[in-house]
């Protein structure tokens, strides 16, 4: 039997496969609604099931829309990145955490590992903190940027494959906005057991899910009978396709010898908003929910902190 393929308004084409949580190995699941297509208020995307694993919690679409050509979702570093254009305070934010890293870590020189490393703004940082730093990135798009824009060079190969073929330890990894986008995150932390020597430290900033402007606005459609959810954005920019909180973070890190041992969740309270009045006025609205979760706890952004035990 072979899979669906469904196809957006611009022209990129995705496999629909049936999937299992990547966390649990099951598909015990229950169904969130409906996001992308005419469930997006944009129209972006194409249409996907939203599910959440009734034991760890990790939301995920399924069938699963693995892209025909990755390349091409990817292939706009202008484009993809248009909400952070300003590199260079990319690059001075990324020197903090790596001055958070160097503290957690309690040595002035490690070994970093920036897995889905895009335009290179990490390693920019390590090169200017003096700290060796290796970037894996799949785009070809971001790494000719990467080298253009800073002459740092970013392996073309999967950390699976960097595992195998690398006796060296890593003492820092980075998952900056990259675990939501993985189609297999227990590979991808299975490997960097693999490489991480002991007590090492994992900086992961990514989504929080489900969180205040998602249940807010879920169950606002709920009440109105629309079965369109707010989680995810599995079939447009910014492509993400998993959405975690501490629960299944802190489920996958534990399964291969990780813990969790800092969590601060927290977003700016921005939304991007249309031409349109009733537009301006949602994005209004959320940002101020924004506001609130960052009050409680419940905001759309998370900063995690683990350690190889």
Request: aromatic share 8%; proline share 6%.
């Amino acid at each position: 039997m072979t899979n669906e393929k469904a196809a957006d308004a611009g022209g990129n084409c995705f496999e629909l496969r049936p999937w299992r949580c990547p966390i649990c190995g099951q598909n015990q699941e229950r169904v969130l609604g409906m996001r992308g297509g005419k469930f997006q208020r944009h129209g972006l995307g194409i249409p996907n099931k939203i599910v959440q694993c009734r034991q760890c919690s990790l939301i995920y679409p399924n069938p699963f829309p693995v892209p025909v050509n990755a390349q091409k979702l990817y292939g706009d570093p202008g484009k993809y990145f248009v909400r952070a254009q300003d590199q260079e305070a990319m690059v001075g934010r990324n020197r903090k955490t790596l001055h958070e890293l160097r503290k957690k870590l309690g040595k002035p020189k490690f070994q970093l590992l920036d897995i889905g490393c895009g335009r290179g703004e990490m390693l920019e940082a390590a090169k200017r903190e003096g700290i060796p730093g290796v970037g894996l990135e799949f785009s070809k798009a971001m790494i000719e940027s990467a080298s253009a824009k800073y002459g740092v060079t970013a392996l073309d190969v999967p950390i699976e494959e960097y595992a195998m073929a690398n006796q060296a330890t890593v003492d820092g990894f980075c998952l900056n906005g990259i675990i939501e986008h993985v189609y297999d995150p227990d590979s991808m932390v299975a490997a960097m057991s693999k490489l991480a020597a002991p007590g090492a430290v994992v900086y992961v900033d990514v989504p929080n899910e489900p969180n205040i402007i998602t249940r807010s606005g879920n169950l606002l459609n709920r009440l109105t009978g629309s079965q369109a959810v707010y989680n995810l954005s599995p079939s447009w920019s910014p492509y993400h396709v998993y959405g975690f909180n501490t629960k299944a973070l802190g489920l996958l890190f534990k399964k291969h010898g990780f813990a969790i041992v800092e969590v601060n969740v927290f977003a700016a309270p921005y939304i991007p908003a249309g031409p349109s009045v009733k537009d301006k006025v949602k994005s209004f609205v959320g940002s101020q929910i924004i506001r609130l979760g960052n009050l409680t706890g419940t905001a759309t952004n998370m900063v995690v902190w683990a350690r190889k035990e």
